[in-house]
């Protein structure tokens, strides 16, 4: 493994990592507490740009419906939420569930669900390749953004906003900078745990899939389960990393379902580069830094990240993260 | 029943506009292998030109005539500047390309036209309405643009089965490299198919104009569905176009009718408004799953 971290890509994955772990400090030292908040939201979607870049990237599944994953957890964990405020139970029968705020009940729920969800959603859409999986993830997406929608009693259109973050022995996840570090624990946790899932037996079969399903198929592996499991996993990811946005601004809305928030993941890891699983998180830091930065700018800041975005397709093969790494970037 | 009569002509109307957008989409696929997003800016350009000339000209055929070159002419140069190096690239580049154009055409109208939609009147000879049935008075506006998508329709239908250049676009779809090793100029082809596809998009954007309100982003929603009417039609297929369209268009008026009140049978009413008017808001998308589960291609897939 360590004859693949170059020099070039050890100093730019350190200085990297060196960032964001020093972010709150700096944050701190500048007196700039909003950039915590702005890079929670960075990392945040870096975990669910990195899960994208799982099946995008390494299994060449196009989903353009990735926030149904993300917005699902997000739920999961409003609506836990929605029942500890309401004093209501969220079930009755077979046995009483009541709402709540404790991570440890309702993450792994989040990711549970998530995950449950993507085993349906995937299970229909690997039916198709190409371009019509591209659309039909969206459709599935689209139905659960409508679904959510149409439950007046979380709030349709507008939402359930919560009272506090959840809760977890010995941390408090009110206070930004904990809740900051948290994220970044869990982004870097699901980063290795991708890593080695993409270099593992696992690995090679998603990714020979990817070159040629009929091949792989013929050399007697069960394709379609490897990449329904590889779609699962993804989707359990964004899971993860919808409950945490849920937390971090205390908000879940249908919005977080709209297809333009597949949109804005799929665009972070081309961005970043597809199939570098680094890469992805670079997209979204410089994603949602440009939009920061250009919008304090000009009101029209679109009108230069539109053809931003051009210019690094026709310039930069693999993404930004190829551009800093070389020519060396690992796509097998 | 006379709503039901008017709900399926507010079905076909719609689908008339999708078949017009999906026709140049499925014909750019089909032929360049390109995924361009950004035809519904294209779309957007046609409302926005038409609605301009519409008010300083008062004239609706008039603001027509404006709105077709100017979208025909964007799109060509959308074409030479940026996609034609898209061409041979994986489909991804082309979708993160075409959706920075989106971006960028999107603001751009901002810019120009402000924040504030434009209304376009219906034209003053076409403002009365039509009794189709007795008692059912029907719009002759949107009479005229189902009367437009149909003769659209057979004119495509004409051009590329009984025409020389109708020809070379269906041999293009089947074996670029073929072609342009017999000798044809395969990259104009491509820029004048592109352009033709423009031209069918500013032409809807342009009928749009009167019933909907031109806004920035108003590309997008109606983008959704195009690309929902391709995959359901089968992606390089006209006659799927035309299809899908008229499925597309028919499902999403139809089911905003008729969902609530079926539900109202076994619901009470106000649940019942709720959860149909989302199952409708759904309807289309359950279509095409389902047409996807049951023809992963499509209904007619165009190449073999």
């Not at chain 2, 020389?164 to 198919?193: C, H, P, W, Y």
Request: glycine share 10%; with cysteine; charged share 10%.
């Amino acid at each position: 493994m360590l004859k693949l971290l170059t020099q070039r890509r050890l100093l730019v994955l350190s200085s990297g990592l060196l960032i964001l772990l020093l972010l709150p400090v700096v944050a701190l030292a500048i007196g700039d507490p909003y950039l915590v908040t702005l890079f929670t939201r960075i990392v945040i979607f870096a975990l669910a740009a990195v899960s994208l870049d799982l099946i995008v990237g390494f299994g060449g599944m196009v989903s353009l419906g990735h926030t149904a994953f993300f917005g699902m957890g997000a739920y999961v964990v409003g609506i836990f939420a929605f029942h500890l405020q309401d004093g209501s139970p969220f079930a009755s029968w077979p046995f009483v569930l009541d709402g709540s705020d404790n991570a440890l009940l309702v993450w792994p729920s989040a990711i549970l669900l998530s995950g449950l969800m993507a085993a349906v959603i995937g299970a229909l859409s690997l039916r198709t390749t190409g371009m019509q999986f591209i659309m039909i993830t969206l459709a599935f997406a689209q139905m659960l953004y409508y679904f959510f929608i149409s439950l007046e009693v979380y709030g349709g259109d507008d939402g359930i906003s919560m009272w506090s973050r959840s809760q977890l022995p010995t941390l408090n996840l009110g206070n930004d900078t904990q809740f900051y570090y948290l994220c970044l624990t869990l982004l870097l946790l699901f980063l290795f745990f991708s890593w080695r899932l993409v270099e593992s037996r696992f690995g090679r079969v998603i990714r020979g899939a990817r070159e040629n399903n009929l091949r792989m198929h013929s050399l007697g592996f069960p394709t379609y389960r490897y990449q329904l499991v590889c779609f699962i996993i993804a989707g359990a990811g964004a899971g993860l990393a919808g409950a945490l946005m849920a937390n971090q601004s205390e908000f879940v809305s249908p919005n977080l379902l709209h297809w333009t928030q597949s949109g804005e993941i799929l665009i972070m890891v081309l961005l970043g580069g597809m199939g570098t699983l680094f890469g992805p998180i670079l997209g979204a830091a410089v994603l949602l830094l440009m939009e920061e930065i250009l919008a304090a700018y000009t009101e029209h800041w679109l009108v230069f990240l539109g053809p931003f975005l051009i210019l690094v397709v026709l310039f930069a093969k693999h993404g930004l993260y190829g551009l800093l790494v070389g020519q060396e970037v690992n796509r097998d | 029943m006379l709503l039901f009569i008017e709900q399926l002509l507010n079905g076909l109307q719609l689908g008339v506009m999708l078949f017009l957008l999906s026709a140049g989409l499925t014909l750019v696929f089909g032929i360049m292998r390109v995924i361009n997003l950004a035809h519904g800016s294209l779309y957007m350009v046609g409302a926005y030109i038409a609605a301009t000339a519409f008010q300083y000209t008062g004239s609706f055929l008039l603001a027509l005539m404006a709105a077709l070159p100017v979208a025909a002419v964007v799109g060509m140069i959308v074409e030479m500047v940026v996609l034609r190096r898209l061409y041979e690239r994986d489909h991804l580049d082309q979708v993160l390309a075409t959706f920075g154009l989106i971006l960028f055409f999107n603001e751009l109208t901002r810019i120009i036209w402000g924040r504030q939609p434009l209304f376009m009147d219906v034209p003053k000879w076409l403002s009365s309405t039509v009794e189709i049935i007795p008692g059912a008075p029907y719009p002759s506006y949107r009479l005229a643009i189902i009367l437009v998508g149909m003769l659209v329709a057979v004119f495509l239908y004409l051009l590329l089965t009984r025409t020389r250049l109708g020809m070379q676009i269906r041999a293009g779809a089947s074996n670029r490299e073929m072609v342009a090793a017999l000798g044809v100029n395969i990259n104009l082809l491509n820029t004048l198919v592109f352009g033709l596809g423009a031209l069918l998009a500013g032409l809807a954007g342009a009928m749009a104009g009167p019933i909907l309100a031109v806004e920035s982003g108003m590309g997008e929603s109606i983008l959704i569905l195009t690309f929902v009417v391709i995959v359901i039609g089968g992606i390089g297929s006209i006659r799927g176009a035309l299809i899908g369209a008229l499925l597309v268009g028919l499902v999403e008026t139809l089911g905003g009718y008729l969902l609530p009140e079926l539900l109202r049978l076994f619901l009470p009413p106000a649940m019942a408004d709720g959860a149909g008017a989302s199952l409708a808001s759904m309807a289309v998308y359950i279509l095409m799953a389902a047409v996807l589960i049951w023809r992963p291609r499509g209904l007619f897939p165009a190449h073999g």
